[in-house]
């Protein structure tokens, strides 16, 4: 009897563990690399694109496609850390590529502002979807970009963030040699771009992801396919589709591989790039609709898969001697705070979203993590704080309203922001309901546009009383996604009212901000008052910086270090200094190797002592070190 009994109960365990693995969706993240919004056929809103997508379109189709979706930040690196983390560039202070330096201007007298310090890598604290899930019993892989280290090679890679499998193969994507006229794939079985049955490349990365699946298929798993593809170098391994975009575009073919000059959507090695990127996608969800699912006899893996697809940021316009494609009628493109910099193609399905559908609802990369959360039934980890929102109620009951999609406080969400206060772009932004504004941080340009996206969700009661309302209607009117027109000067309490949200929000978040530049060529209010850097000492770990002042008052100070000064990727922290009279100091930590000091004056001027190279001399030097060379050698004792 007791045996009997004791075999029921391990048949009951067995059935409910069953269960409850076939109960968790498989999760896919579609990752690509540069693709714009109009890149993609299903979002064609004025002149059609000539890109042919069939496989993205087809997958729009299975679930909601967001005409208002968007990356959390211009670029590369930081909208990665977002995702994975499921916390704001800004509050991560991974807000830009590499990182890891000093602060230093591009170029030392060209350029009026420096970039702020920003961190070389995702913190390790952070805890990412791959660990979250993890604690749910799902397995993860990646394949293709990681890019959340100060190289593509450093620490931490996905392994060390989670990931059971990784593989950063750069496939379809490798540099063609000597040039992209030549070294066509064949269908050679020896050529490791060997052409499929379709006559498209083959692509590791895909492969890679294909291969992943295959093996876990029978436990819940979490997928993260980040193609390299569309990033530069633009090119077609396949002569065929190159000829075809050619002949379709109304181009020659190519007789020079430098370069490409024709305005708007007419590259056709780009348009290729496009399609094979379609391709592999499509590969992707073909696995999903034709395999069976172990864990779910008589369904295929599809029935039980949620596909998330989306891009790292806005098209590349162009690039020196390169025009790429054209985000029109969006304005400018990546590493921009302009629409055609962020918002980026956006589908997701699943089987809890009717398919079909369309959304103008406002939304965001950063609501990946909180999603998938509520999808797979995980709980959000202890402490991890997430800046996105739960998407899963709005793409279940109603993917047209937007008080589906609440903000930390449990209320609807009708803003967002963007920080990027790098490179020739200098931006922070928030957009509110159809309203946009951009704080430029380089002087010269406008220091405020504001912009009206979209038709306005305020009105006025029959009472009088102005009340704040979301009506689908009038977030779906377009006026000015091309931002054209910039009311700033016309709207200034509009404006005021928008930099202050901005701000509360930005500090909030402990965001870096820039500075600026005292070696500045050019006339800049203040720079004849900044300070002089004089001599340094310490005593054991206690270092400090002498200055002289110039009239203007320093009110902050750093220091910067590192651990690893000389070695091939040097990365760089940064803490706090204290003022003490005409000196900044600190404890420096355990282990650096070189360290300099900023000295911040009240005009916001940065000055570093020693004097660290600009990018451009670093850019020289490759790799070099320059920084360490400059700084300070620390000599601790051990």
């Given at each position: 009897?007791?045996?009997?009994?004791?075999?029921?109960?391990?048949?009951?365990?067995?059935?409910?563990?069953?269960?409850?693995?076939?109960?968790?969706?498989?999760?896919?993240?579609?990752?690509?690399?540069?693709?714009?919004?109009?890149?993609?056929?299903?979002?064609?809103?004025?002149?059609?694109?000539?890109?042919?997508?069939p496989n993205i379109d087809a997958l729009a189709k299975k679930g909601v496609l967001f005409r208002q979706g968007y990356s959390p930040a211009p670029t590369c690196a930081p909208t990665r850390c977002a995702i994975m983390s499921g916390r704001h560039p800004a509050a991560a202070q991974k807000t830009h590529v590499v990182g890891g330096n000093p602060p230093t201007p591009y170029?030392?007298?060209?350029?009026?502002?420096?970039?702020?310090?920003?961190?070389?890598?995702?913190?390790?604290?952070?805890?990412?979807?791959?660990?979250?899930?993890?604690?749910?019993?799902?397995?993860?892989?990646?394949?293709?970009?990681?890019?959340?280290?100060?190289?593509?090679?450093?620490?931490?890679?996905?392994?060390?963030?989670?990931?059971?499998?990784?593989?950063?193969?750069?496939?379809?994507?490798?540099?063609?040699?000597?040039?992209?006229?030549?070294?066509?794939?064949?269908?050679?079985?020896?050529?490791?771009?060997?052409?499929?049955?379709?006559?498209?490349?083959?692509?590791?990365?895909?492969?890679?992801?294909l291969d992943f699946m295959d093996a876990n298929k029978n436990k819940p798993f979490f997928l993260y396919y980040a193609s390299w593809l569309v990033h530069t170098p633009i090119h077609s391994r396949s002569k065929a589709l190159l000829e075809k975009y050619c002949k379709k575009l109304g181009v020659d073919y190519p007789s020079n591989p430098n370069g490409w000059s024709l305005?708007?959507?007419?590259?056709?090695?780009?348009?290729?790039?496009?399609?094979?990127?379609?391709?592999?996608?499509?590969?992707?969800?073909?696995?999903?609709?034709?395999?069976?699912?172990?864990?779910?006899?008589?369904?295929?893996?599809?029935?039980?898969?949620?596909?998330?697809?989306?891009?790292?940021?806005?098209?590349?316009?162009?690039?020196?001697?390169?025009?790429?494609?054209?985000?029109?009628?969006?304005?400018?493109?990546?590493?921009?705070?302009?629409?055609?910099?962020?918002?980026?193609?956006?589908?997701?399905?699943?089987?809890?979203?009717?398919?079909?559908?369309?959304?103008?609802?406002?939304?965001?990369?950063?609501?990946?993590?909180?999603?998938?959360?509520?999808?797979?039934?995980?709980?959000?980890?202890?402490?991890?704080?997430?800046?996105?929102?739960?998407?899963?109620?709005?793409?279940?009951?109603?993917?047209?309203?937007?008080?589906?999609?609440?903000?930390?406080?449990?209320?609807?969400?009708?803003?967002?922001?963007?920080?990027?206060?790098?490179?020739?772009a200098q931006q922070s932004t928030i957009r509110i309901d159809g309203w946009k504004l951009i704080k430029n941080w380089m002087p010269g340009r406008p220091e405020y546009e504001l912009y009206q996206l979209h038709g306005d969700s305020s009105k006025k009661t029959q009472g009088g009383r102005k009340e704040l309302f979301r009506r689908i209607e009038a977030m779906e009117k377009?006026?000015?996604?091309?931002?054209?027109?910039?009311?700033?000067?016309?709207?200034?309490?509009?404006?005021?009212?928008?930099?202050?949200?901005?701000?509360?929000?930005?500090?909030?978040?402990?965001?870096?901000?820039?500075?600026?530049?005292?070696?500045?060529?050019?006339?800049?209010?203040?720079?004849?008052?900044?300070?002089?850097?004089?001599?340094?000492?310490?005593?054991?770990?206690?270092?400090?910086?002498?200055?002289?002042?110039?009239?203007?008052?320093?009110?902050?100070?750093?220091?910067?270090?590192?651990?690893?000064?000389?070695?091939?990727?040097?990365?760089?922290?940064?803490?706090?200094?204290?003022?003490?009279?005409?000196?900044?100091?600190?404890?420096?930590?355990?282990?650096?190797?070189?360290?300099?000091?900023?000295?911040?004056?009240?005009?916001?001027?940065?000055?570093?002592?020693?004097?660290?190279?600009?990018?451009?001399?670093?850019?020289?030097?490759?790799?070099?070190?320059?920084?360490?060379?400059?700084?300070?050698?620390?000599?601790?004792?051990?």
């Open positions: 009897m007791k045996i009997i009994f004791r075999l029921f109960f391990l048949l009951t365990v067995f059935s409910i563990s069953i269960q409850g693995e076939s109960s968790r969706p498989n999760i896919v993240l579609l990752l690509v690399d540069d693709l714009g919004w109009q890149d993609v056929k299903c979002y064609d809103i004025d002149d059609p694109t000539p890109m042919e997508t170029n030392k007298t060209a350029h009026p502002v420096l970039d702020p310090w920003y961190s070389g890598r995702m913190p390790l604290a952070e805890v990412t979807i791959a660990e979250a899930l993890k604690a749910n019993g799902y397995v993860s892989g990646h394949s293709g970009k990681w890019h959340m280290a100060i190289d593509h090679h450093a620490f931490p890679q996905p392994e060390d963030q989670g990931f059971d499998f990784t593989r950063h193969d750069l496939g379809e994507s490798r540099a063609m040699r000597p040039n992209r006229l030549t070294g066509f794939a064949t269908e050679d079985k020896k050529d490791p771009y060997r052409l499929d049955a379709d006559g498209f490349p083959k692509d590791q990365t895909t492969l890679d992801a305005k708007g959507q007419r590259n056709p090695y780009y348009c290729a790039m496009v399609e094979m990127l379609d391709h592999y996608v499509g590969q992707i969800i073909s696995y999903l609709e034709t395999t069976p699912d172990p864990r779910r006899p008589g369904h295929f893996l599809m029935s039980n898969t949620y596909i998330i697809f989306t891009s790292d940021n806005g098209g590349m316009e162009r690039v020196p001697g390169e025009i790429i494609t054209d985000n029109f009628p969006l304005d400018r493109g990546k590493i921009n705070a302009k629409e055609g910099g962020v918002r980026v193609p956006f589908i997701i399905t699943g089987p809890t979203i009717r398919p079909g559908q369309e959304s103008h609802v406002m939304v965001n990369g950063l609501d990946f993590y909180p999603t998938i959360l509520s999808w797979t039934g995980t709980k959000k980890p202890k402490g991890q704080n997430l800046d996105g929102s739960d998407l899963s109620e709005l793409l279940q009951k109603h993917p047209r309203n937007p008080d589906l999609v609440k903000d930390k406080n449990g209320k609807p969400r009708n803003s967002m922001i963007w920080h990027f206060p790098h490179g020739v377009r006026v000015d996604i091309e931002e054209a027109s910039n009311l700033a000067k016309k709207m200034p309490g509009k404006v005021e009212a928008m930099s202050k949200e901005l701000y509360s929000r930005l500090n909030a978040m402990n965001a870096s901000y820039p500075f600026k530049n005292p070696r500045y060529k050019g006339s800049l209010e203040g720079k004849d008052l900044v300070c002089k850097g004089i001599s340094t000492g310490k005593n054991g770990n206690r270092v400090w910086a002498e200055y002289e002042s110039g009239g203007a008052e320093v009110v902050k100070g750093f220091l910067v270090y590192t651990l690893n000064g000389g070695q091939k990727s040097e990365e760089w922290y940064i803490k706090k200094a204290s003022l003490q009279g005409s000196r900044v100091e600190s404890e420096l930590p355990d282990n650096s190797t070189h360290y300099v000091f900023n000295f911040i004056d009240e005009n916001n001027f940065l000055v570093s002592y020693p004097e660290m190279p600009d990018l451009l001399e670093v850019g020289k030097l490759k790799g070099k070190n320059p920084f360490s060379k400059a700084a300070i050698k620390s000599q601790l004792d051990n």
